[in-house]
């Protein structure tokens, strides 16, 4: 069954601080592996997006991997702002799959001052 | 701005009253998605349509309908409303059947 799994649930960090939030994925024949940020109440959008083939990419503080033989993606956040506060997605698209798009539920983040 | 319009904003109604949610999709997208989050909870797929066809189906409801119009945009009918559906209601489009996802701002709808 394809599914995809993150953790922690959910987060509490210092403004400044770091923090990797995790995704573990099953979904079969792979694509490609996005995360996106969604601000409470509004649209998730789109942070990196990353293929087989790639094993990093960065976007400002936000730097995402990705390991397609374990089947696990990381996502990092430096020196964290308040405005980071939000659920981070991550979501595998499958080649073939009916719905093309299987969604993880989310790590809800929150930056304190 | 994603470029996907989705209206109403917000919308409040009854138990057992129908609505109607209206997605356009970023200009060039064929590919129209609708999803469902209710409060605290990820997102859910109700349905996918790729150039007027439907494309992939979810855990969509038999009292939901959608449907994709030859200028792309798309409508989402909730009707029998009952006071779980309460929950924003968000479209994506993208290219192709893979491609980037873009979200809209959501519908939030309200049953009272």
């Known amino acids: 069954k394809n599914q995809v799994e993150q953790s922690p649930q959910s987060l509490i960090i210092l403004e400044g601080k770091n923090c990797t939030l995790q995704c573990n994925y099953t979904v079969s024949p792979f694509s490609n592996l996005r995360w996106y940020k969604q601000d409470t109440g509004r649209g998730p959008v789109s942070l990196t997006i990353m293929t087989f083939s790639e094993n990093t990419k960065s976007n400002g503080r936000y730097t995402a991997t990705l390991d397609a033989d374990t089947k696990q993606s990381s996502l990092h956040i430096t020196a964290s702002q308040l405005s980071d506060s939000a659920s981070y997605i991550c979501?595998?698209?499958?080649?073939?799959?009916?719905?093309?798009?299987?969604f993880g539920p989310g790590t809800r983040l929150s930056v304190l001052p | 701005d994603s470029g996907v319009t989705q209206t109403p904003k917000h919308l409040i109604t009854a138990t057992g009253q129908r609505v109607t949610l209206r997605c356009s999709p970023r200009s060039g997208d064929l590919s129209v998605y609708w999803y469902q989050q209710s409060l605290d909870q990820g997102l859910q797929f109700l349905i996918q349509y790729y150039n007027g066809e439907e494309r992939a189906k979810g855990n969509i409801l038999e009292r939901f309908s959608a449907q994709q119009f030859p200028d792309l945009h798309s409508e989402l009918n909730l009707s029998s409303l009952e006071l779980g559906d309460s929950a924003l209601y968000f479209c994506a489009s993208s290219v192709q059947v893979t491609g980037e996802l873009f979200f809209g701002e959501g519908s939030r709808l309200t049953v009272l």
């Open positions: 979501v595998v698209s499958a080649e073939n799959y009916g719905q093309n798009f299987v």
